[in-house]
């Protein structure tokens, strides 16, 4: 055998191994793509569910609280209101006719004092003394009448049995959780 034909048979032999390592080396290229490729279709799915996931969740929390900002703003402009009116209310009868003045406040003595009750003083708005004069005739009570600039309407009589505190701010203090439900359930409905 001459030497051109043994480097060209080793040559034949060598392309051959190099085409087979070539192709066994394409073949596994093409499996590591493919594996590749599925791992990374996997990964892009789950990312892409968990994204979903994590915007769902932030979508809840979002309205959830968007919700319950609501709820809180209905619940204050409710308690706005409650209050405008009874602020309202205690305007109207603080500044309301001698006459029914007297007749209120009158009606509110007369079923919180005794008769026989020992007048020691007796504190009125200062635009009211009048009145309260009225009141305290009306009731059968006689008291020296003080003007006190912090009572918006109304009576503080204290007699030698007790204080007898009939201003419009305690008596509204008193009946304001009852008035509250009554409007709720009449007007806020």
Do not use: C
């Not at 087979?20 to 990312?47: G, R, Y």
């Not at 009116?85 to 209120?104: F, N, P, R, W």
């Not at 912090?150 to 701010?169: H, K, Q, R």
Request: overall charge negative.
């Amino acid at each position: 055998m001459s030497d051109n034909l043994l480097i060209a048979k080793i040559k034949a032999d060598a392309e051959k191994v190099a085409a087979d390592i070539l192709s066994a080396n394409q073949s596994e290229v093409a499996k590591i793509e493919k594996d590749t490729a599925a791992k990374l279709s996997t990964l892009q799915k789950e990312h892409a569910t968990a994204l979903k996931k994590q915007h769902d969740q932030l979508e809840l929390v979002a309205m959830s609280q968007a919700n319950q900002a609501g709820k809180i703003a209905v619940q204050q402009a409710k308690r706005n209101r409650v209050d405008a009116i009874i602020d309202s209310a205690m305007t109207e009868l603080a500044t309301q006719s001698s006459a029914d003045y007297v007749a209120y406040f009158g009606k509110m003595v007369s079923s919180a004092v005794p008769k026989a009750a020992s007048v020691v003083s007796v504190s009125a708005p200062s635009e009211r003394v009048a009145e309260t004069n009225d009141i305290l005739a009306q009731a059968g009570l006689a008291g020296e009448v003080a003007a006190d600039k912090d009572i918006a309407a109304g009576l503080i009589i204290e007699t030698a049995d007790g204080v007898y505190d009939l201003t419009l701010n305690r008596l509204l203090k008193e009946k304001r959780p009852e008035i509250e439900m009554e409007m709720v359930k009449q007007v806020m409905v």
